[in-house]
C-alpha cells in the first residue's frame, strides 16, 4: 500500500501561494533584508569602538594638553566608519555560519575587508599602548615592536585585497582592489626616499593624496555602475559609504597636523584599506 502523498492536482492556489512563501526568495539567500538587528548591531559597534579608542586616547595623553574639538570630532567621525565596518563583519560571520553566502556583491567584499582592517587597527593600537606606555617595555626595542606590527597588519591587509581580487569578476572592481596596494605602496615608497627633502607639511599632503585618489578611483567604478544599470543590496553600499567616510576622516586627521593647537588622535585611526 503507497502511502499517502499530496496529490499535485489536488492542491489549490492557496496551498501554492504558502509553499511559495516559506521558501526562501533567491535574493534572501544573495543578501540580507536590511532589519533591526543590523541597525541595533552598528550602534553597538559604533559604540564599542568609539569607547575603546577613547580609551587608549586618553592613556596615550595623559600629561599633555587635551584633544581639541576639531581632533575630537574627526575621531568621532572615523569611529562611526569604523563601527559599520566591524558591523559588516559581525554580518558576514553570521551569515556563514547560517550557510549562506557572503560577500556576493564587490562592496560587501569591500566591506569585510573594511571590518578585518578595522580590527587589525585597533588591535594593534591596544598592544602598542600596553607595550609602550605601560612603563615596562625596554625604549630600544620600540622600533621593532612598529615594524613587526606594520609588517604583520601589511600582510593580513594584502591577503584580504588578493582574496577580493580572486573572487570578484567585475573588471573595474578588480582594478580598484588592485589599486588599493598600489597606490599605498607607491605613497610609503615616495615618501621614504624623499623624506629627507621634503617638508613634513609635504610628507601630510602626500599621505592624504592617498584616500583622496583612492576615493577618485572608487567614485569613477561606482559612476560606470551606474551608467551600466547594476543594481546592488544595501550590504553592497553600505561597504562603498564606508570606504568614502573612512577616506574623509582619515583625510581630516591628516590635514589636523597643520594645526599644532589641535592635538589630534591619528595614532588609533587607521585609513579606510
Known sequence: MEPDTPDESRLTSA???EIE???????????P????????????CVAAYLGVTQTLSRATQQGTPPIGGLAA?????????????????????????????????????????????????????????LLI????????????????IE??????????????????????WRAFFLAVPVVNVAAIASVTFLARTMS????????????????????VVVIRDHAEGKRYPWTHWLGVGTHFWLDAARVGMLLLEFLPVQPSCSMIGGGAV
Open 15 to 17: 496551498d501554492l501561494s
Open 21 to 31: 512563501m516559506s521558501a526562501p526568495a533567491p535574493e534572501e539567500l544573495e543578501s
Open 33 to 44: 533584508r536590511l532589519g533591526i538587528f543590523h541597525l541595533l548591531a552598528l550602534t553597538a
Open 73 to 129: 570630532a574627526t575621531g568621532s567621525a572615523h569611529a562611526i566608519g569604523a563601527g559599520a565596518a566591524l558591523a559588516g563583519l559581525i554580518l558576514f560571520a553570521v551569515r556563514r555560519l547560517r550557510g549562506l553566502r557572503f560577500p556576493t556583491h564587490p562592496g560587501e567584499y569591500l566591506l569585510v575587508i573594511l571590518g578585518v582592517g578595522a580590527v587589525l587597527d585597533l588591535a594593534r593600537s591596544t598592544l602598542v599602548t
Open 133 to 148: 606606555f605601560s612603563g615596562n617595555f625596554p625604549i630600544e626595542r620600540t622600533q621593532w615592536v612598529f615594524v613587526t
Open 151 to 172: 609588517l604583520g597588519t601589511f600582510g593580513i591587509k594584502a591577503a584580504m585585497l588578493i582574496w577580493a581580487l580572486v573572487c570578484v569578476k567585475v573588471r573595474r
Open 200 to 219: 613634513p607639511q609635504n610628507i601630510v599632503v602626500a599621505s592624504a593624496g592617498v584616500p583622496v585618489l583612492l576615493s577618485v578611483v572608487l567614485a
